[in-house]
C-alpha cells in the first residue's frame, strides 16, 4: 500500500539525471522525507537515470513512491535487457552504479514492462527500495 506516489515524464528531457535529481528532491521535500532518505534517493536517482540513458536509452520516465516505511524509486526504458551489477573497478570513471544501489538500498531488482493490450514486453523497470531513515 502507498501513501503517495509522482512521475515524470523524461522522453523529452535535455539533460535527464539533472531533471530527475531537481525532480525527486522537490517531491521528497513535499513529502518531508528525512535528509538522509533523501541524499540516497539523489544519489539513487542519478545513477539509476544514467545508466538507463547509457545502457537502454531513451529513458522514458521516473517514479517515486512513498508507502509508511520506504521510498521507491522506479526508471523506465526501452530495453529489454536485465541490468546485472559487477564488481566495480574503482580505477574506471563509470561502472559503479548499481554497486552503490546495493550498498544504499535494502533491495534493487527489475520487472518487464508489458504492453497493455499484447502482454509482450515493451521494456523494463528498475527500482530500488529506500528504508525511510529516522535521521533527519
Known sequence: MHI???E???RAAR??????????MTVLESWNIPTTTCDDAILATSELVSNAIL?????????????????VLEVVDSSLEQPH????????????GLFL????????????VLDRFTQRPTGKVVWC????SDLG
Do not use: N
Not at 85 to 96: Q, T
Not at 129 to 132: K, N, S, Y
Open 8 to 10: 515524470l515524464d523524461l
Open 101 to 112: 544501489i546495493e550498498r544504499i538500498a535494502e533491495r534493487w531488482g527489475s520487472d518487464a
Open 55 to 71: 545502457h537502454a536509452p531513451p529513458v522514458q520516465h521516473m517514479r517515486l513512491v512513498l508507502t509508511q516505511s520506504h521510498v
Open 85 to 96: 551489477a559487477k564488481p566495480p573497478d574503482f580505477a574506471a570513471e563509470s561502472g559503479r
Open 129 to 132: 527500495l529506500l528504508r525511510l
Open 15 to 24: 539533460r535527464p539525471p539533472l531533471q530527475a535529481r531537481r525532480w525527486c
Open 4 to 6: 503517495s506516489a509522482a
